[in-house]
């Protein structure tokens, strides 16, 4: 239901909680009904697909008939979505909020993508610019403000071209949607959130039948306990990083809060910051419909572990023998770790486990490196992130 605009917001609606008025439309209705619906609701009003995601498509802050119907030409030439969203547009700020259970664990205040001025560069230097700084971050340097023809058009409509040279401090828009996808940034809020707005956002997720899953709210005030709040939209699988690395605030770890939810019993291990579990392996079971169930093997933390890490230089020829011969002696004993391609003619082979058994390993290893005529030499015994068992990669 969350991946239909309209019958999430009926939802809402119908379990009282407050929503944009609005009306979904099939995409083939002629242009000026969707304009007349409009007028009847009032200007401004928001238009967007019923069942596209990351702010693709939406047009916020339609002011005219003309404007309407150019929205819903734009969705259309996107060619993906089951029918069109003409509603009220909500004035202020655009909140996601990951909800847990009962309890709010991260709020963040996501803008659209903009530039400031400095009364020298041009929008698209400063774009530029903006964009490197962004890298530093994990999750902004993965959404760079865009240099497209969307961006191109939002400028235009502003009086701006990607030449123009804004005044110092000059806020220019690139981006009608407060969508982190599109460039726009994060700051989080989650302390200052005012407690009216955590409760509509756990009712909202309530409301779905869920357990978790992130709340879109736009409210003009997002600490004032008297704002006005309206639940936008909501995802049970929405992305995390904006609360992992945001722009500008406190990081939330919100997967740390799902896994103790419906694991209450768990805990991190002693010493288990450098074990993980073979998910990759086991999704692939999934995936190629071999199994319907999977079982991990235990999770068993060494008590005092070793480790190792050794780069091979072997031949095309050679390699095959060590290989075969390494993953052999490794799955033997009782030690965990993976052999692996470096580059051309150049291997890595990483284990770790009790010290006895991590020294038997590196006395076999140097027998079969004499044996295929390979050269094996010791790179590293730091610690390493490791799933359980033997893994060729």
């Known amino acids: 239901m969350s991946d239909d605009k ?3 917001r009926e939802r809402f609606l119908d379990f009282g909680l407050p929503a944009p008025i609005g009306e979904l439309l099939a995409k083939d209705t002629p242009e000026l009904e969707f304009a007349d619906y409009a007028d009847v609701i009032g200007y401004p009003v928001c238009v967007k697909p019923n069942n596209l995601a990351k702010g693709l498509g939406v ?3 339609v002011n005219d008939r003309d404007g309407v119907i150019d929205a819903v030409r734009a969705i259309r030439d996107l060619g993906k979505t089951s029918g069109i969203i003409v509603e009220n547009h909500v004035p202020g700020v655009d909140l996601r909020v990951s909800v847990v259970g009962d309890k709010v664990i991260g709020a963040t205040l996501r803008t659209a993508a903009y530039v400031l001025g400095d009364g020298v560069s041009t929008v698209q230097q400063l774009v530029k610019k903006r964009n ?11 959404n760079p403000i865009g240099e497209d023809s969307v961006a191109e058009g939002y400028l235009y409509s502003q009086g701006y071209s990607w030449d123009s040279v804004p005044s110092v401090k000059e806020r220019v828009a690139l981006s009608g949607p407060a969508n982190i996808s599109a460039g726009g940034d994060s700051v989080d809020v989650t302390d200052e959130m005012s407690e009216a707005a955590k409760s509509i956002a756990v009712s909202a997720v309530e409301s779905m039948g869920l357990l978790h899953g992130g709340v879109d709210l736009l409210l003009n005030d997002y600490a004032h306990e008297n704002a006005n709040i309206f639940v936008n939209e909501l995802n049970p699988s929405s992305g995390l990083g904006p609360h992992i690395y945001p722009g500008v605030g406190l990081r939330r770890d919100i997967p740390s809060a799902i896994v103790d ?3 209450p019993g768990s805990k991190q291990l002693e010493g288990s910051r450098n074990w993980v579990f073979a998910l990759d392996e086991a999704s692939r079971l999934f995936r190629d419909k071999v199994a319907g169930a999977v079982q991990l093997v235990p999770l068993t933390i060494p008590k005092d572990p070793v480790w190792r890490r050794y780069v091979v230089d072997a ?3 050679s390699v095959g023998t060590f290989r075969n011969g390494a993953l052999g002696i490794l799955r033997k004993r009782d030690v965990n770790g993976y052999f692996g391609r470096l580059e051309e003619n150049k291997y890595q082979v990483a284990f770790c486990g009790e010290r006895t058994s991590v020294e038997k390993v590196d006395r ?11 050269t094996l030499r010791l790179a590293s015994r730091a610690a ?6 033997v893994r060729a990669v």
């Open 364 to 374: 076999s290893l140097k027998n079969l490196a004499t044996r295929s005529s390979s």
């Open 384 to 389: 390493f992130t490791s799933a359980p068992g």
């Open 6 to 8: 309209q019958l999430a």
């Open 59 to 61: 047009h916020p802050k």
């Open 261 to 263: 939810y419906y694991f």
């Open 315 to 317: 031949t095309a020829k």
């Open 132 to 142: 490197i700084e962004r890298k530093v971050n994990p999750h902004l340097g993965l």
